[in-house]
């Protein structure tokens, strides 16, 4: 089919610029001549704008730009994911989930539950740890200092659930007190509570008694070392510290047997200070101890030993704690120092010592009253020295034979005065002999009392030296 219109030899396509043959009536993108094509040796115009009367090339043109769209979309989709995926602890929850077409609240991760419930730490992200030094760290790198309490803080009740199975009560015949295992077979005490004791018995956390050797002493630090004759292979120990890092205000526990029967008591105070008493460090806190705490041991938050409890101040928030460091010097076999005992120290005299058996408290009672007796006896022999010196000055004139703590004590021995009274000064004589006779039957009647309480001769001789009446012939 033959068009007068068709040019020479082939049209242009309007619609999409092709050259087709003038004998072809239709292009083959479906346009249509319709009599107004250019001929093909003619400069096609300028079609970057299609027509808008050619609605299938906007189509084409649109579908490429879409797919080019899309393409840029899902290329920077992937790289802004894989960056925020890769960033360290970041799990790339929501970028996936928006990915997903998932909605912002179906994206957001679930609230996790407060610390203090113990939730578990989200097993994804990767576990840190702000104290220890990163591996691979510079050897010479300044790393701070370790915290007091590890990375894993034990709660209170876990740490003294923990220690308590290796704190003991020892009982000797002279009293109670407390102690704790540092091995399977070594317990820590102090002197007081053992006492002269050789052998003690130890009553474990749970009930069970056994006995125990005083292998080592130091007076000076009031530390006692005991070695159990049957121990046990699971036997639970307390590890020692040390007190010297110890500081004003941080957080200690004490833990013991306090009257007596009251064991395994756990009491919680800060640290007040460090003492120097005798050449011994002390550990002063106002943790609550009370008679029967004496041999314990005194934790930090960390369940490691800094000192054995010593003696407290009942009610007045006023303790103190023999510093470990002296009984890891006695375990090792080192030579305590010379000097005063730690325990017979006037200015700490007055602590509370051990709980006293009824027997002890018998005996303390009965010094008591000794030594006020002879204290009093002691200031009326005073007064009777005057008296015997104005007498012997002006009544006597003989010689005394002998050596006498006090001169007066010549009366109760008949071959030491030899001479005689002076006429007129009898009654002065029937006097002064009466007075030396009551403070005589005072100090025998005192002496009798203070063995029948069963005071120590020791003792009781101590208390005649101090009031300058030990005097051997008072039973003549």
Partial sequence: MTDDRLPAFSWICSACGRHVPKNVLACRCGFRFDGTAQPADVTVPNRSVAPASQPRARGAFGILAAGAAIAGVLVGAFYWTKLHTDAPGQLGVVEVGAAQGATAADAAPEEAPPASLGAPPDAAAPLTNDVLPPAGASPGRAEPEPPELPTDATSLEDLVGRVLPAVVTIQTPAGRGSGFFVAPDIILTNVHVVTTSRIVTVRRFDGTMTTARVEKQSDAFDIAVLRVLDPLADQATIPMGSAASARAGQEVI????????????????????????????????????????????????????????????????????????????????????????????????????????????????????????????????????????????????????????????????PRAMQGSVSPGCGPAFVDIRREALDIRDGVVGADERARQADVYPGARRDALRRGKLDYQGWNK
């Fill in 254 to 413: 004490a833990i013991g047997t306090p009257l007596g029967f009251l064991q395994n008591t756990v009491t919680r105070g800060i640290v007040s200070g460090l003492r120097q008493v005798d050449g011994a460090t002390l550990v002063q806190t106002d943790a609550s101890i009370n008679p029967g705490n004496s041999g314990g041991p005194l934790l930090d938050r960390r369940g490691v030993a800094i000192g054995i409890i010593k003696s407290g101040y009942e009610g007045r928030g006023l303790s103190f704690a023999v510093a470990i460091e002296h009984a890891r010097t006695l375990l090792g076999g080192q030579a305590p120092p010379a000097g005063v005992s730690a325990r017979g120290s006037e200015e700490y005299r007055a602590l509370s010592p051990a709980v006293a058996s009824p027997g002890e408290q018998r005996r303390l009672e009965g010094l008591k009253a000794y030594e006020q007796t002879i204290a009093e006896l002691a200031r009326r022999a005073d007064a009777l020295d005057g008296h015997w010196r104005s007498f012997q000055g002006a009544c006597y004139a003989g010689r005394i034979a002998g050596s006498f703590d006090r001169d007066w004590f010549a009366l109760f021995d």
